[in-house]
């Protein structure tokens, strides 16, 4: 399954962290809410439609590791001092959350989420 939309960084009450996802064109809701799970396919396009990633995910769950503040020896990892679950391997996982922050970084305020194509990989 093809999903076309935008990137979106997905967070609320029991994700425990931020969920990377795209956001369906044409949908409303949680029905437009796609989360990206390894095996996947995702395409980004820059502002200028220049690829700006091209490949399957690959989860990579220790960069990044922070420790808990107040729970010490357990932690997740994180990035742009934000809570998520994994970065794509072989990325920097702030570069990585910038695909998705898009928008919201300073200085970005004017911008539009990235596009993005993902291809959902058979379950």
């Given amino acids: 399954m093809k999903i076309i939309g935008v990137l979106e960084p997905y967070f609320e009450t029991g994700t425990e962290g931020t969920v990377w996802s795209i956001f369906e064109d044409g949908k409303e809701g949680y029905d437009g809410l796609h989360m990206i799970e390894e095996g996947d396919h995702l395409t980004i396009y820059g502002e200028n439609n220049e690829v700006?990633?091209?490949?399957?995910?690959?989860?990579?769950?220790?960069?990044?590791?922070?420790?808990?503040?107040?729970?010490?020896?357990?932690?997740?990892?994180s990035a742009l001092g934000l809570w998520i679950h994994w970065t794509q391997a072989g990325w920097q996982p702030?570069?990585?959350?910038?695909l998705f922050f898009h928008p919201y970084l300073q200085g970005n305020e004017d911008k539009t989420a990235l596009r993005a194509e993902l291809t959902k990989k058979e379950r």
Avoid: M, V
Wanted: glycine share 10%; with cysteine; hydrophobic share 25%.
């Fill in 94 to 98: 702030d570069d990585w959350a910038k």
């Fill in 52 to 77: 700006l990633f091209d490949d399957d995910i690959r989860c990579d769950r220790q960069a990044g590791w922070t420790e808990y503040p107040l729970n010490p020896g357990n932690g997740q990892p």
